[in-house]
């Protein structure tokens, strides 16, 4: 059982990460969803995918997203030498671009490929060499002669580009890397908990969700919250690990195999302390590790969604993923399991009297 568990987690990874989801593109990862949990679902006038489970009780209602987009960029001219100018869809360093190969997604549905190119290293001036190339010094190349030669692969102003950059095991197989984990390890971590949720009891009823265009500044979760009306939220991430060089082995919040971890504040956020409790509490009671996390900056779906309506109790639990924003993140298929354990957990034990207590803030 244990072992299905895992190899449906890691078929889960595969394709959703695979996926092609530019801000505003974010069809394909769509369709995974609806296909994996039944035709059922609906979808909002934003583009937000839900899957809503009654349980024994219609309150609480207990939202459960994960967004479904990734950092991206978008055709934003064609050179007269059939080269590609973009734009950026969420953060980008420069740096972990140049020389890396894209998939140009058409709007007949081709996936183009393309490479990231610049003035080669020989050109530059030695003053040029030290520092981080701009992005709009870079370009995208097709392979194409000329400008109507890039137009007649069916490329075209706003076409969503993504990194190409395939899904391996590492040596050690639990150790997973591919393009997008933020936050498609979340988004699997999301459906792999509703796939569970559908043969179990629960006093609730469970909204779990695909939001659109999170890495462009949380724009689908605010019609998503809408849509959803919510008692309370667990967002869920692909947060970015720190147990790299710089970050002393004591002060590490986010350790690949450390577990899920629950976030208590970020710069667009402060999660219900109340709320955080009962995460810790179902943690513990269930032998789930965890590690604890305060960040000084970023931010999730939870900026919208804890101050929707009249507010509401939110939690941020992520699955920490190295080098986020690049065509290679790395995650543990150990904090991916044990993220689904704590959502079904929780699923299971968030009932009316424990909701009502985490917002009512009778002090
Ligand atoms: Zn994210």
Redesign the pocket.
């Known amino acids: 059982m244990k072992d299905s568990i895992k190899e449906k987690g890691i078929e889960l990874l595969e394709s959703l990460s695979q996926a092609h989801g530019a801000p505003g593109q974010e069809n394909e990862v769509r369709r995974i969803f609806r296909k994996q949990l039944g035709e059922e679902v609906r979808t909002d006038r934003a583009g937000n995918i839900f899957f809503e489970k009654k349980g024994s009780s219609e309150r609480p209602r207990i939202f459960v997203p994960a ?1 479904m987009d990734e950092v991206g960029m978008a055709v934003q001219a064609i050179t007269e030498d059939g080269l590609l100018k973009f734009v950026t869809l969420g953060g980008w360093w420069a740096h972990t671009l140049l020389a890396k190969r894209v998939r140009i997604r058409t709007a007949g549905g081709l996936e183009i490929p393309g490479v990231i190119g610049a003035k080669p290293p020989h050109f530059l001036s030695e003053s040029e060499r030290q520092k981080v190339m701009n992005l709009e010094e870079m370009f995208i190349d097709v392979g194409a002669k000329d400008a109507a030669e890039a137009r007649s692969f069916g490329i075209r102003l706003g076409d969503g580009i993504v990194p190409d950059s395939g899904f391996a095991r590492m040596h050690n197989p639990d150790l997973l890397v591919s393009k997008a984990f ?2 498609r390890v979340g988004l699997s971590a999301v459906i792999h908990a509703a796939l569970q949720t559908a043969k179990a009891s629960h006093p609730n009823t469970v909204v779990f969700c695909g939001t659109v265009q ?1 890495e462009v500044g949380t724009r689908g979760a605010r019609a998503a919250a809408f849509s959803a009306s919510p008692d309370l939220a667990i967002v869920v ?2 947060a970015p690990a720190d147990d790299l060089p710089g970050v002393p082995s004591r002060e590490r919040q986010a350790a690949l195999g450390g577990g899920p971890q629950i976030r208590f504040m970020d710069s667009s956020a402060i999660l219900n302390r109340e709320f955080i409790e009962f995460v810790i509490q179902t943690a513990e009671n269930n032998s789930i590790p965890y590690q604890l996390c305060v960040r000084r900056m970023g931010g ?1 779906d939870a900026a919208p969604i804890h101050l929707h309506a009249c507010g509401v109790p939110t939690v941020v639990i992520a699955v920490p993923s190295r080098y986020i924003h690049t065509h290679n993140t790395m995650v543990d298929i150990s904090d991916y399991l044990n993220t689904v354990k704590l959502l079904v957990k929780l699923i299971q034990t968030l009932d009316k009297e424990t909701a009502d207590r985490i917002g009512s803030y009778v002090d």
């Open positions: 967004h933020d936050d999170e991430e692909g999730t």
